[in-house]
């Protein structure tokens, strides 16, 4: 797949003949510095443990605006036309290109318009109209935003920033790529989540033309892997549908021109499914406490999943983004918690008489868990007369503990069963 060198050739949909080298990588950087951070890169001793290699963490989450996406939205601004700058920008995003743009533009003292769905979370329109920009909420699909945006932009003249398929944002993303070699020069191995391609490309590019021996390892979720379909197509190719909750990484189809930067710089793609991705996040803020959305835990799930067969290598896990919807994050920490056998709700009977709960009560404490909720229901339908049902919330140490507690109980009597995880080891 790679080819070497540090040029990169590809063509645009008009079928013109365009080229991006490092050198164009270079020219991004010098133009951005000033208004991007240089993300910090961390060793991380746990997940090198965990993949018996040299794991750092570029952390992207921590950037201006939560990801890496200003860095490209800054350059495409930096090279418009006089004519085309005074007239602004639009862009269609609901997520973190949203955010880039508008800051971006911001920065360079032009107006931009965003349209975003109308379904787009409210944290991230706050946050967009925040960074300066006009937001237009219309549909609920990408389709019928376009369609608003080709509207206002045949009215206003305002160039439309696309998020992936533009050579300057292709090069703006790349200089996360010399960030990391001016950081760790030993790198042997980058692992980046794959979108639309946009960062994959102008990262690979960028690393392959200084050090051609690294790999690059590109990263989709399962149910959004476009790249990897078009590439064993050997084309461009589109997939039905991008459902993933690594919504920064759910394109059903990349352009011709990250396509074919892919293709010449990149060494492989692997997929990770929702459930690594989940327990990824959950990770990266438990044991490095960052908070990385779903697109830039993806290569870190793939490399504590052993979807790769490096060992004691040098890698640079690329953390993309931290805009992650706190009621997701949540619901990843419960999950989390309950598989990890850290989180149990059980139901158990009791005699419905004075001291019974209080006596349950008291075992708990005893076997050290910690009650988050109880419910005490004397009446309800299907349990005896004389009985009353109490549905727990516990929080436990373990898998281990979990089941000691369990067995405990109904060694002492008390009809006991797990409530809402029925397949729970431990219960039969």
């Known amino acids: 797949m790679p080819g070497g060198g540090c040029l990169g050739t590809a063509l645009n949909q008009g079928g013109k003949s365009v080229k991006i080298s490092v050198e164009h990588i270079k020219e991004a950087a010098a133009h951005i510095g000033a208004n991007i951070h240089c993300t910090p890169l961390f060793f991380s001793r746990t997940f090198s443990e965990i993949s018996d290699n040299m794991v750092y963490l570029k952390a992207e989450n921590l950037q201006r605006t939560g990801s890496f996406k200003i860095r490209g939205a800054l350059n495409k601004i930096y090279n418009l036309p006089r004519s085309e700058r005074e007239r602004g920008v639009i862009a269609i995003s609901a997520g973190n290109h949203a955010q880039g743009v508008a800051l971006a ?68 993303q790349g200089t996360v790529g010399l960030e990391i070699y001016s950081q760790l020069k030993e790198l042997e191995v980058v692992m980046v989540p794959v979108g639309g391609g946009g960062l994959i490309a102008g990262t690979a590019l960028a690393l392959k033309g200084l050090k051609p021996s690294l790999k690059i390892v590109g990263v989709e979720a399962e149910g959004a892997a476009s790249m990897k379909y078009s590439l064993t197509k050997g084309a461009v190719r589109g997939i ?43 990770m990266l803020a438990e044991r490095a406490k960052l908070i990385v959305e779903g697109a830039g835990a993806a290569p870190l799930a793939a490399l ?108 002492r009597g008390y009809k006991t069963e797990y409530a809402g995880w029925k397949n729970r080891k431990g219960n039969g």
Do not use: W
């Open 105 to 172: 533009a911001t920065k360079a003292g032009i107006p931009s318009t965003i349209v975003m769905p109308e379904t787009a979370p409210i944290a991230k329109v706050v946050a967009t109209r925040g960074y300066g920009a006009e937001v237009k909420l219309y549909g609920n699909v990408f389709d019928e935003c376009a369609a608003l945006a080709q509207e206002i932009q045949a009215k206003s003249g305002a160039t439309l920033l696309h998020p992936f398929d533009d050579l300057h944002v292709i090069a703006g």
């Open 240 to 282: 039905d549908t991008a459902k993933t909750l690594a919504d920064g990484i759910a394109v059903k189809k990349p352009s011709v021109l990250t396509y074919d930067l892919v293709q010449r710089y990149v060494d492989g793609i692997v997929t990770v499914t929702e459930e690594e991705i989940a327990n990824a996040i959950l």
């Open 304 to 411: 504590l999943n052993g979807k790769l067969p490096y060992r004691g290598k040098r890698i640079v896990v690329l953390l993309s983004g931290g805009n992650i919807d706190v009621n997701i994050l949540a619901q990843i920490i419960e999950r989390g918690l309950v598989q990890a056998g850290r989180r149990i709700k059980i139901n158990t009977q009791l005699e419905d008489k004075p001291g019974q709960l209080h006596q349950l009560l008291g075992i708990l404490a005893e076997l050290g868990a910690n009650i988050i909720n109880i419910y005490h229901h004397r009446g309800k339908m299907g349990v005896e007369l004389g009985v009353a049902e109490v549905e727990l919330d516990l929080e436990t140490r373990d898998l281990e503990h979990t089941q000691r507690i369990y067995a405990y109980l109904n060694g």
